[in-house]
T-cell receptor, first 116, second 110 residues
Framework: EAGVTQFPSHSVIEKGQTVTLRCDPI?????LYWYRRVMGKEIKFLLH????????ESGMPNNRFLAERTGGTYSTLKVQPAELEDSGVYFC??????????????FGPGTRLTVT | AQRVTQPEKLLSVFKGAPVELKCNYS??????LFWYVQYSRQRLQLLLR??SRESIKGFTADLNKGETSFHLKKPFAQEEDSAMYYC????????????FGTGTRLLVSP
């Protein structure tokens, strides 16, 4: 079974430019999460999709960030315009209800975003 | 507010020595606690969760509600245990977001 995939693995852009990150969850996982780790800080929650609906977007830092999950499959996270403080590693995770009643989140490899 | 504290950024031990990675949390309710691990060039993966009460790769963690702690322990560290370890919590019901600590890098030297 393929794991969570993210594209690109690394992106370097200039301040003011736009970047779109993509996440493909594990097939059949309705729940999809975005997290971010800024250097030196903890991994922080950004938002949670259930299928195509935003269940919780309390972690989105500001309106320069836009997440979508059209059709309830893959998700994109767009940053427009990018600022220096947006640099970090963006993780995607997906989860489902297991046979033992747990909700393990499986993480992708992350996208390292560098804004110069 | 939900918060996870990992006081040590780096823990360096010799092979065969006992290891304890500390984790304290604050949460108004009954959270579910986890330890995630990220080995070099690999993705973040679940190591263990408190409700399963199992030992994974020789690691155990006991939830102490009185001290609001969930420390990760291993009696004899191995070089392959070197990695970044994150303590995390979530609400105990349903598909909930994870709140992470800042992580502790464990370095096991030969």
């Amino acid at each position: 079974e393929a794991g969570v995939t993210q594209f690109p693995s690394h992106s370097v852009i200039e301040k003011g430019q736009t970047v779109t990150l993509r996440c493909d969850p594990i097939s059949g996982h309705d729940n999809l999460y975005w997290y971010r780790r800024v250097m030196g800080k903890e991994i922080k929650f950004l938002l949670h999709f259930v299928k195509e609906s935003k269940q919780d977007e309390s972690g989105m830092p500001n309106n320069r960030f836009l997440a979508e999950r059209t059709g309830g499959t893959y998700s994109t996270l767009k940053v427009q315009p990018a600022e220096l403080e947006d640099s970090g590693v963006y993780f995607c995770a997906s989860s489902h209800l297991t046979g033992t009643g747990t909700y393990e989140q499986y993480f992708g490899p992350g996208t390292r975003l560098t804004v110069t | 507010a939900q918060r996870v504290t990992q006081p040590e950024k780096l823990l360096s031990v010799f092979k065969g020595a006992p290891v304890e990675l500390k984790c304290n949390y604050s949460y108004s309710g009954s959270p579910e606690l986890f330890w995630y691990v990220q080995y070099s060039r690999q993705r973040l993966q679940l190591l263990l969760r408190h409700i399963s009460r199992e030992s994974i790769k020789g690691f155990t963690a006991d939830l102490n509600k009185g001290e609001t702690s969930f420390h990760l322990k291993k009696p004899f560290a191995q070089e392959e245990d070197s990695a970044m370890y994150y303590c995390a919590l979530s609400r105990s019901t349903g598909f909930q977001k994870l709140v992470f600590g800042t992580g502790t890098r464990l370095l096991v030297s030969p």
